[in-house]
């Protein structure tokens, strides 16, 4: 699996984004798929999940009530809104692909379960 983000950019704070992850490949759907972020000088953390089917997702914390994970599989594709953006959320954002035959949906923040990443999208939020 192929993975390609896009849909980062500069935006004021309290504006929106759509963030999309849209994958190569016909067995998307058996992939959970998360999303990560990265901020100059810190480390990579996790911000959302949706499992193969879309049926369970997980936000992180520092975003909950403002972002929200979705996809389309006949599109082969996981979507991230993210609104009320704040400064904070400035970050390299990543999806990423874990099998879910070998994916622990309970560990879903563990980064090596994900086999697959792609290149990131930078999201930048200005005061």
């Known amino acids: 699996v192929q993975l390609q983000a896009s849909g980062g950019g500069l935006v004021q704070a309290g504006g929106s984004l759509r963030l999309s992850c849209a994958a190569s490949?016909?067995?998307?759907?058996?992939?959970?798929v998360g999303w990560f972020r990265q901020a100059p000088g810190r480390e990579r953390e996790f911000v959302a999940v949706?499992?193969?089917?879309?049926?369970?997702?997980a936000i992180a914390d520092s975003v909950k009530g403002r972002f929200t994970i979705s996809r389309d599989n006949t599109k082969n594709t996981v979507y991230l809104q993210m609104n009320s953006l704040k400064p904070e959320d400035t970050a390299a954002y990543y999806c990423?692909?874990?099998?879910?035959?070998?994916?622990?949906?309970?560990?879903?923040?563990?980064?090596?379960?994900?086999?697959?990443w792609g290149q990131g999208t930078l999201v930048t939020v200005s005061s």
């Open positions: 990423a692909a874990g099998e879910r035959s070998r994916f622990y949906y309970s560990d879903y923040e563990r980064q090596p379960q994900y086999d697959y």
């Open positions: 490949g016909r067995t998307f759907s058996r992939y959970t």
């Open positions: 949706i499992s193969w089917s879309g049926g369970t997702t």
